[in-house]
């Protein structure tokens, strides 16, 4: 045990060692002060003789040995309990992450789970299974499906002709609020099937797009290849061209450089690459913030209304312009302008193709009713757009063999800047 005077260890010699060297507090041996009594160093308890003293000094040298012990025992306790618990959350998090990617891989169709074909033989089976639809049905379909995919065209089951013609009919007999509309040219609308069901949103835009294209001599020499509107899996395919002759790598890598049998959605950059690959010219504008009140984005009706009238300015209330439709996304969905109401009190209406409108629906259009209620499927207000962001593709001509080379010499460039 250590010395309660001098910290010392003497062991078994304590007694000797505390007389001899603290003595004088003690007081020598035979003397008086043998009857003195002995006072703890550490809780001054007072002790009648030096052997009581070492046995009480011990029991405090055990105790704070003890103490010390407990306390270096709870904090490695608590550090390894801690250790665990962050253990444990890293691993939760890493698990949320995983399925947070599969789930995202899912919605973006990047999952590996196949593409058009196999979507749209998946449903036929299911609506067979249903009773909705006759085996002898399933197999023509399914054949016809397999020789429109062996060519690359579109089958046309989900196509709708003629909408524009008959809105400019209609307006051209609406005395009622309208004071200007602005038409495109002639638009076919598409809409989802069996095959791109909740993703083909975007390719079925392109093919509205491409319908009105096709229709404009302006575009015969880019689109000479390209004279019937293309399937779905064959938009894959040029998309996937656009990005081997270098457009968009960045945007590339995120698909992995492959979308064919995938059910991979895209946006905007898809389909400029897509058209600027074909020498067809446009450019993307961003409204990446609202731009009026409640959210909404009264520049992108401005810029909409200053594209249509801008070469077709005068007195006519209907006109039938010559431009193309305009590409429209925004997060999760896009849609094709193919035209924009002034009324007489200059507020601006959208007229909008969606995809997600069956045929049955838009081919009402085509019979329009006096009162014009059939248009609510197209018309867009202002404050029927509050989505955070807008992306638009429009088309305005033909580049130059030249200007393709800068434009996807400019994409590389623009995603070197962004990678490091």
């Given amino acids: 045990p250590e010395c309660p005077f001098c910290g010392e260890a003497p062991g078994r010699e304590l007694e000797a060692h505390v007389r001899a060297r603290h003595g ?5 041996p035979g003397t008086e002060s043998d ?3 002995y006072e703890c160093p550490m809780c001054s308890l007072t002790c009648t003789n030096i052997q009581v003293l070492e046995e009480h000094v011990d029991l405090h040298l055990e105790e704070h040995s003890f ?4 306390n270096i025992r709870d904090l ?11 253990k444990w959350q890293r691993s939760e998090e890493e698990k949320r992450e995983r399925e947070e990617f599969k789930k995202l891989q899912r919605q973006y169709g990047l999952d590996n789970s196949g593409g058009y074909k196999q979507q749209f033989i998946k449903n036929m089976e299911r609506e067979v299974d249903r009773g909705r639809m006759q085996p ?16 690359g065209i579109d089958d046309g089951k989900t196509k709708t002709s003629g909408i524009i013609e008959a809105l400019c009919k209609y307006y051209q007999n609406e005395n009622k609020d309208v004071r200007h509309v602005w038409l495109s040219t002639g638009v076919d609308h598409f809409h989802s099937s069996l095959g791109d069901r909740g993703w083909g949103c975007g390719y079925r835009n392109f093919q509205m797009l491409l319908s009105s294209l096709l229709q404009n001599s302006l575009y015969n020499d880019c689109l000479r290849d390209t004279a019937l509107i293309p399937s779905i899996p064959k938009i894959q395919s040029m998309i996937e061209d656009a990005w081997r002759e270098g457009f968009d790598p960045h945007g590339a890598s995120h698909f992995n450089n492959r979308l ?7 946006g905007a950059c898809e389909i400029y690459s897509l058209l600027t690959n074909l020498r067809i010219k446009c450019q993307i504008i961003d409204f990446h913030k609202p731009t009026g009140p409640m959210g909404t984005h009264p520049r992108l009706f401005e810029w909409i209304l200053c594209y249509y ?31 924009i109401e002034e009324k007489k009190n200059k507020t601006l209406c959208l007229l909008l193709f969606d995809p997600g409108c069956p045929s049955q629906e838009m081919q009402k259009l085509l019979k329009q009713n006096s009162d014009g209620t059939n248009l609510k499927l197209l018309r867009k207000f202002v404050g029927s757009l509050k989505e955070k962001q807008y992306q638009i593709v429009a088309v305005d001509g033909v580049l130059s063999l030249e200007e393709k080379a800068a434009r996807c010499h400019a994409s590389q460039v623009l995603t070197s800047e962004k990678i490091p």
Wanted: net charge negative.
């Fill in 24 to 28: 004088h507090l003690l007081g020598a």
């Fill in 35 to 37: 009857e003195q009594l």
């Fill in 67 to 70: 103490s010390e012990g407990g």
């Fill in 76 to 86: 490695e306790l608590a550090q390894r309990l801690q250790t665990e618990e962050d």
């Fill in 136 to 151: 002898f049905e399933y197999h023509k379909r399914k054949a016809d499906m397999m020789e429109c995919l062996a060519f």
């Fill in 260 to 266: 064919h049998g995938s059910k991979a959605w895209i």
């Fill in 309 to 339: 009238s801008i070469d077709n300015e005068g007195g006519a209330k209907v006109v039938c312009t010559s431009k193309p439709p305009i590409y429209l996304q925004h997060q999760g969905h896009s849609r094709t302008v193919v035209g």
